[in-house]
């Protein structure tokens, strides 16, 4: 190995073109790809800006040229030379610096590298485990290298625009108090005060609040955040929160705001500037059409109650639904006849995941007459108010979905998404935005046998709905607010609880007792006693919003080193066990095995 030798850069491998004829020039970096042609070797050079092709020819340098014949893929060289026009008819057209090449006069080999795992020059499979293990390979794959610049670009964006819009950024500690927002803490145990501990931020929530209290106006952090939850494509256990807190506003403001930044974060990143206002619907409307919260709109298929046309219908199964406070709702897969029934079988299956006991379907035949086990069930006059209800025609296939409210929208919800999936009705390069509001403030929950907050319980209830928290909190709207993108929830927020009073009552209706709500939010309560404004804030999960972006179908693409589904690391096997030492000098004695 040789050291630089004084050499220093002069251009990064994306730099130089026809302009550049005639200069000498120095670059860095690493071995892509090696030819052999005739004798002459080319290498493209490759650093994180692009590719140059570099020229070792005997009869412009013997010397490097033998040299040359050493080097392998991901060897790290500096070299020196001359650029010249590639010949004619040579030139590549999809590459930024493909009018030229670099004849060169000096190498310098400044390391080697055993065979990679992996090639790195080609989108070839390879599995996912293995490109976390070598992740530091992984990311010197362009396409992997083209995700963390454009996340770079995307958070120096949110900045510029939040900078210029009056907030301030403010860090809030990562070591904080345990309290209940949702999913289960990670927690720190306190060495110098034994049997305590601190939890990681699920979110700075009470934090940004309080600056709120403490007259910053408007706040804003890109932020970690941890929860110790179940893992999948769209979530992982420490993530990315671009977190923001105003004050003195409402709903309208945030949208706008929000709305400003999002089209300022997708013009400087990929240069698509989305339409505003974004569309809004209620959380209400958003179930009922679509079977979801964070709807897809960029494809119909929409849900379509069939409460009236069922009610009294001669299908015992729907009747029987109905009558005990369930729903009828049902698909028109247009032109979907033709599907086997093999494709039933599989699609009941599918929806079988969601809680749905079965997946009743019609086919329309040529004649207009309904093709189906269920067919019999129904008088010709039901089958006519049905087929006009869901405006079929011949050729259609409808799906049907009875049961509970919240089976029947998640299955027949997700088998939306899959028929929009397998039919090509989802159109990968739109960007479909959509504000839901009104959410419920609290919903039940069997297990613990109370009402648990929607969102997190500093979230404001509608005023006009207020007398409703006595009598049916089930039904009290909240004002919450999500920003969902190609049926993926980017962003979310509420207003905020502002008076103590308030906050009290709200704590009452989740079963808290004043007890339980001083012991872990005393420093809240106090803070809104002591001149708390009128505020409100939003969070938008950064990676979520790089992922759809990049056009990626995982997280875990857009950050640098993430976590399995399994929570974890192939790079540094974290978790791992430490040292009794170490867990004595915290108080704890598990019955673990020593490292």
Not at 66 to 82: D, I, P, Q
Not at 113 to 127: K, M, N, R
Not at 369 to 393: C, H, N, V, Y
Request: aromatic content about 8%.
């Amino acid at each position: 190995m040789e050291s630089m030798g004084g050499l220093k850069r002069s251009h990064t491998c994306n730099d130089l073109g026809a302009a550049n004829i005639g200069e000498t020039v120095t670059l860095m970096g690493w071995v892509l790809r090696r030819r052999d042609h005739g004798g002459v070797i080319f290498i493209d050079l490759r650093d994180r800006w692009g590719l140059t092709q570099v020229v070792f020819n005997p009869e412009h340098n013997a010397v490097v040229h033998e040299k040359a014949h050493a080097l392998r893929s991901e060897w790290v060289l500096a070299v020196r030379g001359t650029v010249s026009g590639r010949p004619e008819g040579m030139a590549n057209p999809n590459l930024a610096t493909g009018a030229i090449e670099v004849m060169v006069d000096e190498l310098r080999i400044l390391n080697v590298s055993q065979t990679p795992p992996f090639p790195l020059d080609e989108e070839v499979e390879v599995s996912e485990n293995l490109r976390l293990k070598y992740r530091y390979l992984d990311l010197r794959r362009p396409g992997m290298a083209d995700n963390l610049v454009l996340r770079h670009k995307a958070s120096q964006a949110i900045r510029s625009y939040l900078n210029d819009n009056g907030f301030l950024e403010i860090e809030t500690p990562v070591l904080t108090r345990s309290t209940p927002e949702g999913a289960r803490d990670y927690l720190v145990p306190s060495r110098v005060n034994p049997g305590k501990f601190y939890a990681l931020p699920q979110s700075p929530q009470l934090f940004k609040q309080l600056l709120m209290v403490a007259g910053m106006d408007r706040y804003y952090q890109i932020v970690k955040c941890f929860r110790d939850e179940d893992l999948r494509a769209d979530r992982q256990p420490e993530f990315t929160q671009v977190d923001m807190e105003l004050s003195f506003i409402e709903e309208e403001d945030i949208f706008a705001i929000m709305e400003g930044m999002v089209s300022h974060l997708f013009k400087a990143t990929i240069g698509v500037e989305p339409v505003t206002p974004f569309p809004r619907m209620t959380y209400d409307e958003a179930m009922s059409r679509y079977g979801s919260d964070k709807p897809d709109t960029r494809f119909g298929l929409e849900l379509i109650d069939l409460f009236e046309e069922v009610k009294n219908c001669g299908f015992k199964v729907f009747r029987d639904v109905v009558e005990k406070g369930g729903m009828v709702k049902a698909i028109n897969a247009k032109g979907c006849a033709t599907f086997s029934r093999k494709d039933l079988d599989d699609l009941t299956n599918y929806v079988a995941q969601y809680g749905a006991k079965g997946l009743a379907w019609v086919k329309i035949k040529e004649d207009g007459e309904w093709q189906s086990p269920i067919a019999k069930f129904f008088t010709d006059e039901e089958r006519a108010a049905m087929t006009r209800r869901l405006g079929a025609a011949p050729g259609d296939l409808l799906f049907f979905g009875a049961d509970t409210p919240a089976i029947v929208h998640a299955s027949l919800g997700e088998l939306r998404l899959e028929l929009g999936r397998r039919l090509g009705l989802i159109d990968k390069k739109t960007f479909s935005f959509v504000w839901v509001t009104d959410f419920p403030l609290l919903e039940y929950d069997h297990e613990a046998r109370r009402h648990v907050a929607v969102h997190h319980p500093f979230t404001a209830p509608k005023e006009e709905d207020l007398a409703l928290l006595a009598t049916e909190p089930g039904k009290v709207r909240s004002r919450a607010y999500d920003l969902a993108l190609n049926g993926t929830e980017i962003g979310g927020g509420s207003i905020r609880i502002h008076q103590q009073q308030a906050q009290e009552t709200i704590f009452r209706a989740l079963g808290i007792s004043e007890e339980e709500a001083r012991d872990k939010f005393d420093f809240l309560l106090k803070a809104l006693e002591l001149g708390a404004p009128p505020h409100g804030g939003i969070a938008f999960g950064l990676d979520r919003l790089m992922m759809i972006i990049a056009g990626r179908d995982t997280i875990r693409d857009v950050i640098a080193f993430p976590k399995t589904q399994k929570a974890t690391c192939p790079l540094t096997e974290a978790p791992s066990t430490v040292a009794r030492k170490q867990l004595t000098e915290l108080s704890l004695r598990p019955d673990w095995k020593e490292a």
